[in-house]
Structure formats: C-alpha cells, structure tokens
C-alpha cells in the first residue's frame, strides 16, 4: 500500500489540456475536489492474492455461479462457459508461474466482497477507491505533473495496451511507475471503483466521497478507470481522465481492481 497525501485537483475534463479532455461528455465539467489521506495498492490484487481470498471464504464469484465470463478469442470479445479467475484472458487455466498478474473475470460485487474479507482479516478498513481518489492518484496526487497517461505522456512507459501487450494481461509492477510510485493505474487491466454511474460530472461530490445518489445517475452501473491490454492508445479509453461502467455482475478478460485502505468507509 502507497500513501496517498490528501489535496485538492480538478477532476475530470480540463479545459485547459484539450489533449487530456477530447471532449467526451462523461468527463465534464471539470470540478474540484478535495480528497483525504489514503492508502492505496501499489498495483492491482493479483490472481495469488484472489487465491487466497477464495481459499480461506470458498467464495462463488459471478463468473462460478452464472458459468461464464468474456473472454478474447480469435481476435473478439465472446462468453466462454467455464472461464473465472483462475483463467486468462482466453479463459484457459492459467499457469501458476502468472500467478503475479492482475486477477480478471471477476466483477464488482466480487471485488467488494474480497475487500470485506480483506477487512475482516486485518481489522483495517480496506476497500474499493471512490471514482476521485482513483483519479487523484492516477494523476500522481499532489506530485502530479500532469501527465496525459498516469506517469508519463508516452504510454508505452507506463502501460500494458493493444500496442504492446500482445493481447494478454502481464505482471503486475513491471513497467514504470507513476509519480506516487503505483504501477499499472494505466493499462494492463480496467479498475472498478465504487461509484454509481452518472453520465457526467454535473452535480458531483467536491469531498473525494463515492457519488451514489440514484438520482440522474444509473446504480445499476458501476464505474471502470484506466483502461487495458485490449485498448488502443488511438482511443481515449487509457487517459488519466477516461470513464467507463458495466453492471455490477459483469465480468471480463479486461477487468480487475486494486484496494484502498482509509478511515472512511462507503456506504
């Protein structure tokens, strides 16, 4: 876990970086928010750290109880019977020697419950961060230097994406890290954070806190950050600012999470 100092950003679309922005409405307007001290995961739980998870609750995620996850195959995305967290992004068994890359085919409601087991364990408050502190951190908290990917203008410093992963996740911590020492924020695999969807930025909290008021905003969707190995830096899904939602069951070979561990607890 990386401290993360507590400051105030300006969240989302920036008007004054149009290369950060590209006008896409869900990352408008700009706003400023002042997030409080947390701790945050290096990098993403790895498939050795869901073992555990699943060894010591026998846990069902989603993918075991419905049979199926989405998996790359033959240059698409398709349901696979069979595929869960042991697989990778083909859904086939994965080696335990890739044991140390991000867990997938997992979704949110499995990735809050390895976070309440998390916390039962340790007597600490662990969780999924809210949609601002995942921000703030990806952006390098107050040391940011603003970069357009989290840690560096030049994705293949600091990303696993379509240009370099050769459709497959990697080891966690192994290109460069950000300005707050956290590896993967951008690429490798989408993060859920707890937030409900909304379509934009109108409205939002300005205290770092989850937005989860139903009220012009759809909890029937919750929020992904930072893209994957299967996007294409042509795109704007691996920008700092980039939003994106699946329902809560959903699971994908593009999709993990890390943890944050604070004082302050969601709802």
Known sequence: MVLVSGGTFLMGCQSNDDSNCQHQPEEAP???VHVSDFYIGKHEVTVQDFEQFIQETNYQTDADKQGSSVVWV??????KNGANWKCDVEGNIRSTSNYNHPVIHVSWDDAVAYCKWLSEKTQENYRLPTEAEWEFAARGGLNTQHYLYSGSNQIEQVAWSAANARATTHSVASLKANELGLFDMTGNVYEWVYDCWHDTFLNAPINGSSWLEASDGDCTRRIL???????????????????????????????????????????
């Open 74 to 79: 033959v240059h698409q995305l398709a349901s």
């Open 30 to 32: 700009s706003h400023t």
């Open 225 to 267: 950050r930072g893209g994957s190995w299967y996007n294409d830096a042509s795109t704007p899904y691996l920008r700092v600012a980039s939003r994106s939602s699946f329902k809560p069951t959903e699971r994908f070979c593009t999709t993990g999470f890390r943890v944050v561990k604070s004082n302050r607890y969601n709802k």
